[in-house]
């Protein structure tokens, strides 16, 4: 059975639980998002000719239909611990 479309776009298929936001139409959700800078860069950027990302574009084009309000970038300070 087909539902009407949902936050995520497009039409779904399953309960009708998962359709009843529907019924109030697509909801724009604010986003706050964390970004863990050490994973950041050893997991996506340490061996590409890329060392600058734009953080809030890649954001906007991740998550379309949601504003994003803040962007927290996060590292580890590196001090001794003894």
């Given at each position: ?58 954001c ?23």
């Open positions: 059975m087909i539902y009407p479309p949902n936050h995520f776009s497009g039409w779904v298929a399953g309960p009708p639980e998962r359709a009843a936001l529907a019924l109030y139409g697509p909801r724009r959700m604010i986003l706050n998002v964390y970004v863990d800078a050490f994973n950041l860069y050893y997991g996506c950027l340490i061996d590409t000719p890329y060392k600058w990302l734009n953080l809030r574009a890649l906007e084009l991740s998550f379309p239909a949601d504003q994003i309000k803040d962007i927290d970038y996060f590292t580890f300070g590196g001090g001794n611990s003894g």
